[in-house]
Structures are given as C-alpha cells and as structure tokens.
C-alpha cells in the first residue's frame, strides 16, 4: 500500500511559477514509477511527467522547458513549474505504481488526493 500526499498548489498570474511536492509513504523500493497528471474541468486527465527512480523521466510536449520532474529518496517527488500559463490551470494530481511510467492513468495503482493549479492572465 502506497499513500501519496501532495502540496504546493496556489494561483499565480501567467509567466509565475509554482512547485508542487508529492510525499509517498508505505512502499520501500526504489525502482517504481512515480508521475504528475492533471485535470482540467470537462477535460480528461493527462500525464503531465513522470519517473522511474533511475533517472529516466518523461514530459508530455506541452510543458518540457517549463516544468521539471524531479525526486528524491524514491519517496519524494517534486513538479517546478515555471512560466506558468492559464492552459496549464487544473488539478495536479501525483501517482505511484504502474506497468510502465508513460501510462495511462488507469495504469497507475495509488493516487494522491490532488492539489489545485490555477494560472491567471
């Protein structure tokens, strides 16, 4: 069992940045692939970045040179968000345990609760 808790979500203008943390409690080994996704009202929920411990992260095209993955001690994950925009507006939402870390979001196994993002112009 895995229970993730994320924070760091607040409102900014356009061009701000914020950075969003996700704690992961209950599972000890490394090697497993952790991910941010996001969910915009009456949208479907996308990846948004993820990784596998080893050093191998991913980016879905909207925010590479925005936004940075990183993590730590295989229990902490951390999303920079920079130059933020009002398209980026959502529920960031952080996951643990899937088949592979580009997945879709049924493919992860533990689910924050979520932490809201909202970007003005």
């Known amino acids: 069992q895995v229970e993730l808790v994320e924070s760091g979500g607040g409102s900014v203008e356009s061009g701000g940045s914020l950075r969003l943390s996700c704690a992961a409690s209950?599972?000890?080994?490394?090697?497993?692939?952790m991910g941010w996704f996001r969910q915009a009202p009456g949208k479907e929920r996308e990846g948004v970045a993820s990784s596998d411990g080893y050093g191998r992260i991913s980016y879905t095209e909207s925010v590479k040179g925005r936004f940075t993955i990183s993590r730590y001690n295989a229990k902490s994950l951390l999303l920079q968000m920079n130059n933020l925009e009002p398209e980026d507006t959502a529920m960031y939402y952080c996951a643990a345990v899937a088949p592979q870390c580009i997945a879709r979001p049924d493919e992860y196994k533990y689910w924050g609760q979520g932490t809201q993002v909202t970007v003005s112009s």
């Open positions: 209950g599972y000890t080994s490394r090697g497993y692939c």
